[in-house]
Nanobody
């Protein structure tokens, strides 16, 4: 069973930056190499939406036009960790951010049902 733990959330002013981490763990000898990882977010009163995905080869797929040019993903498979770098944050980026994993080489569609494993989420609040 794959477990995901997000960290790095917090309170930041508009225009600021945050880097979220998603640490993966599993059975003995587990490696994140064969998984694509997505970041999702859910704001109060709204549905969970896809933000970005990174494939097992490190190629990113953008799920949300609103974050283009501001958010990027990277991965360090040696550490079984994926990162979401968020720059030029806006109040509308306020949400709980979740990472999710799917076994496979390529990023799936942006739907929630495309992913098999989910973390518990980390709160990001953008406010002055």
């Amino acid at each position: 069973q794959l477990q995901l733990v997000e960290s790095g959330g917090g309170l930041v002013q508009p225009g600021g930056s945050l880097r979220l981490s998603c640490a993966a763990s599993g059975f003995s000898g587990f490696t994140l190499d064969y998984y694509s990882i997505g970041w999702f977010r859910q704001a109060p009163g709204k549905e969970r939406e896809g933000v970005l995905c990174i494939s097992s080869s490190g190629r990113s797929t953008n799920y949300a036009d609103s974050v283009k040019g501001r958010f990027t993903m990277s991965r360090d498979d040696a550490k079984n960790t994926v990162y979401l770098q968020m720059n030029s944050l806006k109040s509308e980026d306020t949400a709980v951010y979740y990472c999710a994993a799917r076994r496979g080489l390529y990023c799936p569609g942006r739907g929630i049902s495309e992913y098999e494993y989910w973390g518990q989420g980390t709160q990001v609040t953008v406010s002055s």
